[in-house]
């Protein structure tokens, strides 16, 4: 069943390393990390416009607190009655509160989705998803829209030395099935790669939150958040990528750096179009009231 989103992520990995893979090398580690960067790029992109649309859905219904609350008090224990006043009141004024949540709601299928077909590169292992494969099953056998040869390509590429489908923490005999494959990585080369990347990804959360908070899409009110939450969003969810980190494929945790990456220019590209459309609106707005 979820097929239908292992095979475009797939096909999306695939078309670029066909990129990469032609400039670089097919069995070049640069190549394959490159194409796992611009796997994300290509998934942000398509939900750029959606993300500005969820921004300026928060900023509307900032401005709809008052009536909302109104609403909420006039028909507090006749909770369908409110329902409809309130989507009435939310589509006189043009917001969707569904179309709002869908880039996050698409990136997390992706996440899982990048995570799975990475970990089917090598399917010696015997964990969950895992075949139990020898590695010479494993590199004849394709892997969604790869064929055995790009099977064989991934295995055979590193980056500084490292495969990026295994993490710090990956089996003995994970590791061994790379051996006909330039050979078994070790730990330490390992970590030499992953814990760079776990601490980039913590600081780009960690400024992208701070961003975030400062620059509030939904309205001024938003800026005196909890005081929880706030320390949830600065400190505790950047901290995630060095709890995380040691279980995580480089290629998961090159996912986290070049997604927190394309967030920092798109908070800033919204923040922008945003402030562009509350300045024309007043000054619609004087306009009109000179003209009175």
Known sequence: MLDVVYYPISAVLWA????????????????????VLFLVFTVRALLLWPGIVSARTGRRLQRLRPQLDALRREHGKDTQTLARQAQRLQREHGVRPLLGCLPALVQIPVFFGLYHVLRSFNRTGTGLGQLGLT?????????????????????????????????????????ASFAPFGGVPSVVTIAAVAVPLMLLACLATHVNARFSISHPVAGAADAMQPTLLRTLMLWVMPLGSIVAGPVLPI?????????????????????????????????RSSVGSDRE
């Open 16 to 35: 670029w390393h066909r990129v990469f893979g032609a400039l670089l090398g097919a069995d070049d580690g640069t190549a394959w990390a490159l194409s």
């Open 135 to 175: 590695p010479e099953q494993n590199a004849s056998t394709a892997n969604y829209v790869f064929s055995a040869y790009d099977v064989q390509s991934f295995l055979n590429a590193r980056l500084f030395g490292a495969p990026i489908s295994v993490s710090m923490t990956s089996p003995d005999a994970v590791l």
């Open 251 to 283: 290629a998961i945790l090159l996912y986290w750096v070049a997604n927190n990456i394309w967030t920092y220019g798109q908070q800033h590209l919204v923040h922008r179009v945003l402030a562009r459309e509350e300045s024309a609106t007043i000054a």
